[in-house]
């Protein structure tokens, strides 16, 4: 199953960013960037201080939708997300599955239980431009990481 996830996200990643390559990080108006960047801080933060309206705020209409629950960021304690923006483009043409998106952001998510390493994963984010700013309106994951169980277990 993992195969098949990872292969339709992959799918998904190249039709997408290879439908505009010279939208990215570099060309965007700096303003923008900006603001997407804040975005994802104010994500980050969300998860450390465990608040779950903050975290909404970040997302469409303030709004939970799958890939995107604010259950399952900010649910436990002592949890540090931190979001490193890899790659970012202007939407310039129709995406897959009638998304609704102004710009699309790759990033990686890293993830600290306790000041430790937990997982990693790489998400698409589509954002679209609404009276409030930019919010999130949906997800896709591509990839995630775990520690090794041994690792797991050494620290038990």
Known sequence: ???????????????????????????????IVKEISDLFVARDKSVLDNNR????KTQIDNQDFYGG???????????RMTTNIL????????LPRGLNADYVVFVKEDYEKDNKY???GFILYYLANTSAGLRITDTEVSW??????EEKQQED
């Open 1 to 31: 199953m993992t195969k098949l996830v990872t292969f339709a996200f992959t799918v998904s990643f190249l039709i997408i960013f290879s439908c505009s390559s010279s939208s990215d990080n570099q060309s965007l108006d700096q303003s």
């Open 53 to 56: 309206n903050d975290f909404l």
């Open 69 to 79: 629950s604010a259950e399952g960021y900010v649910s436990t304690s002592n949890t």
């Open 87 to 94: 790659k970012t483009m202007a939407v310039e043409s129709k």
């Open 118 to 120: 937990s997982h990693s």
């Open 144 to 149: 995630w990481h775990e520690r090794a169980s």
